[in-house]
């Protein structure tokens, strides 16, 4: 733009700049401002983290790399042994983009907006699922009462295994077989125990009970 905005804040206004956005603060008198950044995820920062925790495990992607000894030889470039492993790796880094499945970036987007870096039930909330009395009569609602139920279906890193991933504060791995039985509890503010079983015939009622009463510890559901 050929023009800048100007804007005067008085006590208790809040003025929103979108990331990125140019701009110079100067006090008329005395001043006291407080700057708040939200929790970001950039594009470049998803992706480059992806990459990261692809090639990070292979020990040539951790290794200095130094120069030969003696010092730079020749002139028009870098030594060749420095210029090979720099082919090297860049062509292992072509070939894991080429292969790298999107709901893995999806995932990694998810974990970082929507919840933690922990993994998995804390364990007081699995202990505490155990003194919890669950029957087919009992009655559950979702205790936020919002559409903040999420899960995903993603490959689980280099291993390319496809599980759920549930997320809650913390992201909770859970094998893929638990896809139907997640996808039929969002669809449900309030239901039985019982019902529960026939969101997937193949599980046992004592596997619902001991998945609903870990997912009643964590705050995710109430019994009544």
Request: hydrophobic share 45%; charged share 25%.
């Amino acid at each position: 733009a050929a023009t800048f905005d100007s804007a005067l804040l008085e006590p208790g206004h809040c003025l929103y700049l979108p990331p990125g956005t140019w701009h110079v603060a100067r006090a008329v008198g005395h001043s006291i401002a407080v700057s708040i950044s939200p929790k970001r995820a950039t594009v470049t920062d998803l992706f480059l983290n992806a990459i990261g925790d692809l090639l990070a495990d292979r020990p040539e992607w951790r290794r200095d790399l130094l120069a030969p000894p003696g010092g730079p030889q020749g002139s028009g470039g870098v030594d060749a042994s420095v210029a090979q492993i720099i082919d090297d790796r860049l062509a292992e880094l072509r070939a894991a983009l080429a292969d790298l499945d999107p709901r893995y970036l999806q995932r990694q987007w998810m974990r970082d907006v929507t919840a933690g870096h922990g993994e998995g039930p804390n364990e007081i909330a699995a202990a505490a699922a155990k003194d919890i009395e669950i029957r087919r009569s009992t009655v559950f609602t979702r205790a936020d009462g919002a559409p903040a139920f999420r899960f995903i279906v993603a490959p689980d890193g280099p291993a390319k295994e496809e599980r759920c991933y549930f997320y809650r504060d913390v992201e909770w791995s859970l094998p893929l077989s638990a896809r139907a039985f997640l996808t039929e509890l969002g669809n449900h503010q309030e239901f039985r125990a019982e019902q529960a079983l026939a969101w997937d015939r193949k599980l046992r009622f004592e596997d619902v009970r001991a998945f609903l009463g870990t997912l009643v510890a964590a705050g995710v559901l109430r019994a009544r």
